[in-house]
């Protein structure tokens, strides 16, 4: 008859996640992205304390041990890396619009390459030096390839995250696209000091030859596999095989590039965004709906199921006071490397400097929400011999990181964006109100937008009280005089163009 395993596993799973999903959604309120791998933790630790509570009780008694045993047996990296992401990407770049891409498309790489890459490195170099300076030394290759993880922003976090502020389009669309390609980059870099690690030959040139050769064939497979679809796609469906017919565009573009050694989450990028901005001369808007509404739903489930699985994380970890402490430095260097490797990255392209709204940078950079991909990629490589003495470092900085991340970055976006946003209804008093005056600090220039609609519906960013900067004071004191270089200033200001 069988054990019953898999149905005793989707059967906790499916309990653990509804639970955490309820007590986010009806009492703390937060992004699901946020709240539900918090309220995991909180329930790990009340389980934990009930297990020690109920130590020697010869009624009632918890096996800690097997609970951990079985944690310890997931396979999240083939889960989230080799499993569901193919789904999550492809759901987004559905949605996403190439319309978007080709005109934000040299901010979004910068983003997801030279920004990456300088995180990484800045974020190694700082770890060091602080698990030197309290005697805990740590190889630099190993807190690169730590750096190198968490240098991916998640699809899921950052969706979850704009899905509750009202952001201006350019800055959606530069967040989503970020998340979307810096996944290929994150794992290139993170294979590559893998591969340096376990004692491979490195070369510059043999690297880069590497990266574009999977950027490439991806790019073709996604291609080829968006052209196959729209194909399949034309005549008549049932809602059933329109579906399936995305799933296979999902899986098996990615599967495809697997198989070929290519960027497998390029490729169902591609695929997704061919078929996406295409299916509209093929598909009535009736079927576009109930498809995206379809993946809408999945996406929610396996977001509960993930999330929930990064809180049953807690179970494997042995947090002691110098590992919490070490993932909250960690964070805070995290924080502060992503800050200087962008406002570094676009120093390097003097026009977008010029050409900017006020706070885009620090917006982008504050909006980077780490999440299930950093903890995939550390929990897959933890255990190998190069790095198994500093699995428990690895593992417990880049869980504290991630949850931090979503605490930090994650509820505090609408703060730092009602910074250089004018909201009439922000936070004034108590906490909030104070934590809202810090992050009004940011904002050096002084000066905010607001985001409006003409009246063909289309999205305006005009300056907050332009007159604040415009007029001057005339020699009685009292007058206000209209400055004509400001006015241009406000003008290039509101200029649609810009960064």
Same mark, same amino acid.
């Not at 690297?207 to 034309?234: C, P, S």
């Not at 960013?461 to 900067?469: G, K, M, R």
């Given at each position: ?13 499916? &309990? $653990?996640?509804?639970?955490?999903? !309820?007590?986010? %959604?009806?009492? +703390?309120?937060?992004?699901? =992205?946020?709240?539900?791998? /918090? ?109 190198? &993880? $968490?240098?991916?922003?998640?699809? !899921?976090?950052? %969706?979850?995250? +704009?899905?509750?502020?009202? =952001?201006?389009?350019?800055? /959606? ?327």
């Amino acid at each position: 008859m069988g054990n019953y395993f898999f149905l005793q596993v989707f059967t906790v799973i499916f &309990a $653990l996640s509804i639970a955490t999903t !309820i007590f986010n %959604k009806r009492i +703390l309120g937060f992004p699901q =992205a946020i709240g539900v791998p /918090i309220v995991s933790a909180i329930f790990v630790f009340i389980l934990q304390w009930g297990a020690s509570l109920l130590n020697g009780n010869q009624f009632v008694t918890i096996n800690l041990h097997n609970i951990e045993e079985a944690v310890r047996h997931i396979d999240f990296y083939d889960f989230l890396i080799n499993g569901v992401i193919c789904f999550i990407l492809t759901s987004s770049a559905l949605k996403f619009k190439v319309s978007d891409l080709r005109l934000h498309w040299k901010p979004i790489s910068i983003l997801a390459s030279i920004a990456l890459v300088l995180c990484a490195c800045f974020f190694g170099v700082v770890l060091y030096g602080y698990q030197f300076l309290i005697g805990n030394h740590v190889d630099l290759v190993v807190l690169l390839l730590l750096g190198a &993880a $968490l240098g991916a922003t998640d699809p !899921i976090g950052v %969706k979850g995250v +704009l899905s509750s502020v009202r =952001a201006p389009h350019h800055l /959606i669309v530069k967040l989503e696209g970020e998340s979307l390609f810096n996944d290929a980059m994150c794992i290139a870099v993170f294979m590559t000091l893998l591969n340096v690690l376990q004692g491979e030959h490195f070369t510059v040139l043999g690297t880069l030859e590497t990266l574009l050769y999977e950027i490439v064939v991806a790019v073709i497979i996604g291609w080829a596999f968006g052209l196959g679809i729209l194909r399949l796609l034309r005549g008549k469906h049932e809602m059933e095989s329109l579906i399936l017919t995305t799933a296979l565009l999902a899986c098996g573009s990615y599967l495809v590039a697997l198989f070929a050694h290519a960027s497998a989450p390029i490729a169902c990028v591609i695929g997704g965004l061919i078929v996406g901005n295409k299916w509209k001369e093929i598909l009535q808007d009736r079927e576009i709906r109930e498809v995206n509404h379809f993946w809408h739903t999945v996406e929610g489930i396996i977001n509960s199921f993930l999330f929930t699985l990064i809180g049953l994380e807690l179970f494997i970890l042995d947090l002691s006071f110098s590992l919490i402490l070490g993932g909250i430095v960690a964070f805070i260097i995290l924080h502060a490397s992503r800050f200087a490797a962008n406002y570094l990255s676009f120093a390097f392209f003097p026009s977008f400097r010029k050409k900017s709204y006020n706070g885009s940078l620090a917006i982008l950079s504050w909006g980077g929400v780490r999440g299930g991909i950093s903890l995939a990629l550390i929990l897959a490589v933890a255990n190998i011999p190069e790095l198994s003495e500093y699995s428990s470092i690895l593992i417990g900085y880049t869980f504290i990181a991630v949850l931090m991340s979503g605490l930090v970055c994650g509820l505090g976006l609408p703060a730092v964006m009602n910074a250089f946003y004018y909201n009439p209804n922000e936070e004034k008093t108590g906490f909030k109100g104070w934590y809202q005056r810090m992050c009004h600090k940011m904002n050096k220039k002084g000066f905010q937008y607001i985001v409006g609609e003409d009246i063909h519906g289309n999205e305006t960013i005009t300056v907050y009280n332009p007159d604040a900067l415009i007029d001057t004071k005339a020699d009685d004191g009292v007058a206000a005089v209209h400055n004509p270089e400001k006015v241009q200033k406000v003008r290039r200001l509101e200029n649609p163009e810009n960064f």
